[in-house]
């Protein structure tokens, strides 16, 4: 049984960093892709970026510039730098782990997400 938990979140002020950390019970590399989503009150969760067990990133819009995703293999995590932030960045963070089944069918770990607000 997969189990993540994220850590990093808090409160900061407009144009600060934040860097939060997923920990995985096993090998981040044993993953199909994990990545951040984010959840702020009366909105859908959306992916903020993402990367594969081969190192591949990918990241929204709106994050672009500002944000970075990599993995720390001495810590085993998935770690996410926030530069630059915005009010709007403010949400619920969660880490997603996936898994390939057989005929391809995605097998999702979520974290119990930690809060990021970004306010002055």
């Known amino acids: 049984q997969v189990q993540l938990v994220e850590s990093g979140g808090g409160l900061v002020q407009p144009g600060g960093s934040l860097r939060l950390s997923c920990a995985a019970s096993?090998?981040?590399?044993?993953?199909?892709?994990m990545g951040w989503y984010r959840q702020a009150p009366g909105k859908q969760r959306e992916l903020v970026a993402s990367?594969?067990?081969?190192?591949?990133?990918n990241y929204a819009d709106f994050v672009k510039g500002r944000f970075t995703i990599y993995r720390d293999n001495a810590k085993n995590t998935i770690d996410l730098q926030m530069d630059s932030l915005r009010p709007e960045d403010t949400a619920v963070y969660y880490c997603?782990?996936?898994?390939?089944?057989?005929?391809?069918?995605?097998?999702?770990?979520w974290g119990q997400g930690t809060q990021v607000t970004v306010s002055s």
């Open positions: 997603n782990a996936r898994k390939m089944t057989v005929f391809q069918i995605p097998n999702d770990t």
């Open positions: 096993g090998s981040i590399f044993s993953f199909y892709v």
């Open positions: 990367i594969t067990s081969g190192g591949s990133t």
